[in-house]
């Protein structure tokens, strides 16, 4: 009852609320208190790895000192949460999403002390702290999968899935194909085969098994006992999926995230999950769930990929319509938009023709490719013009969810290809033009630092961005403080706007009395738009990049000039 009740008054208050005074300041412009469990709503968030963020000890590893050392920067960038990657021992076969102890502290970045110091701190600047749950794999290093392969009547063994025969869809379903040969290996020891949708050390948890789920209910509740703020779901559809069926179209069980939706909020009633899950718009409603019961958050693939489409080709109309599509969310429920992460620019929805556009354009070479669907590369070095990056994160900041930013994007850090798969994305920060960036003082770095071309550390870094008052550092800080002073961004209802240019986007919101205009030129070329703007009258629009105003003509519309991949924001007067 008291779950209903909090879904009903937050959708009153999302559709009805109304500010008293228009003309308030910008720091009345809040969520009523009874509403801000739903923080996520409109927070930025930024990705970072703990092993290749900062290095206080000279090991060649960042670690969790080195993280609290730099939280400072954080701040000053305008980062509300932070999502980490894995922290956890592992064998890093896969970077630390091999887990092989979920409740601990992979020993090279720091002690259970260094982890609960930098919580503190963290807390000490009213940034919230998110992790990877990785609860779809282990490692198989794990002394779970350890004990199940020795012991076919140990009780472990029920807990990944196994096969005496090797299946006739063995080699079906893989998630990097190209990399990955099978999703059904063998294992001597068990002498039977065992199901991973990753790579063959990466086997699989039963997540039909009950022990299972109450494992997972501990480790939620672990993390959540130290203060988190929540947890990025890695893998969704794959941990829910029935394992058996057809791998290309599997049954799955929805029921999974309702009931990780109630223990979480049961544990932590401000707490959320921010799912991974690249679904088609017709199969997002189980995942958010029936009047947001499900996940609080997810990322927006289906948008994004589309959105790499517009940026390659000018082309707006396929993103406007993935916008469109991916419109009908819980009141409660938030998208989380991105640029880059930590994976590659996965281009799988796209038709064949469009994922060559997009290729073309951005990653033309093969060693930029990846698995058959995605580009290896970073934004910066991929877009290569800053005009273009400005129109990016303009958009970014913009759309209508919470923005993530993955660690050194905000420097236009570039990539190193001569790193396998995943890895050219995942180079240490640059923080100077000291030594190895500055990251750290070893001879020898858990991975080495870009340090040739455009994207060196010696031209790309902290230290060179914050002093020069033209970088995109400083440009980016300052939009992302404009986009806190006007929450309307992340709480608003909004709408597209007919710009008769294929190559203009415009979105307006409508949030307490308030109302922005955003307008984005995705051609090279200048292009000048009328547009009529919606639901109330209005008398004029103010550009919140320049101040500059504009009346409305005698017929309502407004003119809008843009440039070379121009933008604009207007606050509706």
């Given amino acids: 009852m008291k779950k209903l009740l909090f879904i009903l008054c937050t959708t009153i208050v999302l559709v009805q609320c109304q500010r008293k005074d228009p003309q308030d300041t910008v720091a009345t412009a809040v969520p009523p208190d009874f509403i801000k469990e739903l923080w996520y709503k409109n927070s930025l968030i930024y990705n970072l790895d703990v092993k290749v963020f900062k290095d206080s000890d000279g090991n060649g590893f960042g670690d969790f000192k080195g993280l609290i050392q730099q939280l400072d920067y954080l701040k000053k960038l305008g980062v509300d949460v932070i999502w980490l990657s894995p922290f956890q021992p592992t064998p890093d076969g896969d970077d630390g999403y091999d887990i092989a102890d979920f409740y601990g502290i992979d020993s090279r970045i720091g002690t259970r002390a260094d982890f609960e110091e930098f ?3 963290a807390k000490a600047r009213n940034i919230r702290v998110i992790m990877d749950l990785v609860i779809n794999h282990t490692s198989d290093q794990h002394p779970w999968f350890q004990q199940a392969r020795r012991d076919e009547k140990s009780p472990y063994r029920s807990w990944y899935v196994w096969s005496e025969e090797r299946p006739k869809n063995w080699d079906k379903g893989m998630v990097f194909p190209g990399v990955q040969k099978e999703t059904w290996s063998y294992d001597k020891q068990a002498k039977a085969y065992y199901f991973h949708r990753f790579y063959n050390f990466q086997p699989d948890l039963n997540a039909q098994n009950p022990a299972v789920q109450l494992e997972v209910r501990k480790i939620i509740g672990y993390w959540l006992a130290t203060g988190m703020s929540g947890f990025r779901l890695d893998a969704v559809p794959f941990f829910i999926e029935k394992v058996g069926d057809d791998p290309n179209d599997p049954e799955h069980q929805f029921e999974l995230i309702t009931q990780m939706h109630q223990f979480v909020q049961w544990r932590k009633g401000d707490a959320m999950v921010l799912g991974e899950a ?16 499900g996940m609080q958050m997810m990322f927006n693939f289906y948008a994004n990929q589309h959105l790499f489409y517009a940026l390659a080709t000018g082309e707006l109309k396929p993103f406007t319509k993935a916008l469109e599509e991916t419109k009908g969310i819980p009141p409660t429920a938030q998208w989380a938009y991105f640029l880059r992460n930590h994976d590659e620019i996965d281009l799988g929805r796209l038709t064949e023709s469009q994922r060559n556009k997009v290729y073309d354009k951005f990653g033309p070479d093969k060693s930029m490719q990846l698995y058959d669907r995605g580009i290896r590369r970073r934004l910066a070095s991929m877009l290569g013009d800053r005009q273009q990056i400005e129109l990016a994160y303009s958009l970014l900041l913009s759309m209508p969810g919470a923005p993530a930013i993955r660690y050194g994007e905000e420097l236009g850090m570039g990539d190193d290809l001569r790193l396998k798969e995943r890895l050219s994305v995942r180079t240490p920060m640059q923080w100077s033009t000291d030594r190895n960036a500055g990251f750290s003082t070893a001879s020898k770095t858990v991975r080495p630092v870009i340090s040739q071309g455009p994207y060196s550390y010696q031209r790309v870094n902290v230290v060179t961005e914050s002093q020069d008052s ?43 009395n308030r109302s922005v205009l955003m307008v984005h030129n995705f051609s090279k070329n200048a292009q000048q738009v009328q547009l009529q703007l919606k639901k109330k009258p209005v008398r004029s629009l103010t550009s919140l990049l320049d101040k500059s105003r504009q009346q409305a003509s005698s017929n309502g519309q407004y003119v809008i000039a843009l440039g070379k991949y121009g933008y604009n924001w207007y606050e509706v007067k």
């Fill in 278 to 293: 690249n679904v088609d718009p017709k199969e997002q409603k189980p995942y958010f769930g029936e009047q947001g019961t």
């Fill in 470 to 512: 033209t970088s995109l550092l400083n440009w980016l800080t300052t939009m992302i403080q404009l986009r806190k002073q006007h929450p309307e961004i992340g709480w608003g209802d909004w709408n597209l706007l007919d710009t008769g240019s294929p190559s203009v986007l415009a979105m307006q919101y409508e949030w307490q």
């Fill in 119 to 121: 919580m503190k701190q």
